[in-house]
C-alpha cells in the first residue's frame, strides 16, 4: 500500500474527502458576574475575550473564519424555535465541501436562520434571517447547535444559490458525502411546489449527479 505523503498522514482525512470530521466549537457564553459560567463584566471587556453578539463572548483565541465556529456563534443569537439552515446546517451534518465561502472561495456567505413566520429577531451581521415556515420534525441538533434535517438544509442551499450551477455544486457534494441522495432531494422539493426558488431547484436535480467528487466537477460539466 501506498504510504501517506507528507500532507496525508495517517488517519487524518484527505483534503478532498467530501466529508468533513467532527468539528471542535466554542458556543458562545454570557457575562456571568461571578465568572463561573462565563467572563465577568471586567474579563469581558479585556483582550482576551471577543465579543460575538449582545453579551455573549467566546475566547479572543478562537478563530471565528472556521465556518462551524461561524456558525455556532450565529446561532448563539437565535431565539427559541429558529434553526440554521442552507449550507450552514450541511456543513454541521458533515458536507466539507459546503464551507461558507462563495465560489471565489474566498467571499464569506452569511449564516442562513429560519425563524419561522413569527420570529422576531433584529438583522445582524454575518446572518441572513429568513421568515420560512419550519416544522418541528424539520429540526434537529448537531453539534449543539439546532438545525434543520439534511433535506431540508439542501433545499434551501438550492433555491438560495446564485445560480443554478451553484446550486447543483450543492446536490452532488451533499451526495459525494453520502449524506442524502437526489431522490430524496427530488421528493422533498416535490412536497413544497410553491415554495420561492423551487424551479431552479428542479432544474439543478436535473443536471446534479451523485458520483460528483469535489465542487470543480459539477463546474466544469456545466460548461
Known sequence: ARRPGPRQHAGM????D??????????????????RSGPTPGQAR?????????????????????????????????????????WAACRL??????????PDARTLLPVPVVLGPAG???PFPGATLVWDR?????????????????ERAGFDAMRWAGSVREAVVVADMLCAARLTSLRRLAAYAAGRPGWRGVPQVRRALGLASEPSRS??????RLI
Not at 467530501?18 to 465568572?35: E, N, S
Not at 419550519?134 to 439534511?150: D, K, L, M, Q
Not at 465542487?215 to 466544469?220: A, D, F, I, V, Y
Open 93 to 102: 451534518h458533515g458536507a466539507a465541501f459546503c464551507d461558507g465561502l462563495g
Open 120 to 122: 422576531n429577531v433584529r
Open 13 to 16: 482525512p484527505h483534503r478532498w
Open 18 to 35: 467530501p466529508r468533513c470530521p467532527p468539528p471542535r466549537i466554542v458556543h458562545p457564553v454570557r457575562v456571568d458576574r461571578a465568572g
Open 46 to 86: 479585556g483582550s482576551r475575550w471577543r465579543r460575538v453578539g449582545p453579551s455573549l463572548y467566546v475566547p479572543a483565541s478562537v478563530d471565528a473564519a472556521v465556518p462551524e465556529q461561524r456558525v455556532a456563534e450565529v446561532a448563539g443569537r437565535m431565539p427559541p424555535g429558529a434553526a440554521v439552515s442552507g
Open 134 to 150: 419550519i416544522e418541528s420534525h424539520e429540526v434537529t441538533r448537531r453539534h449543539g447547535v439546532a438545525v434543520t434535517v439534511v
Open 215 to 220: 465542487p470543480q466537477e459539477p463546474r466544469l
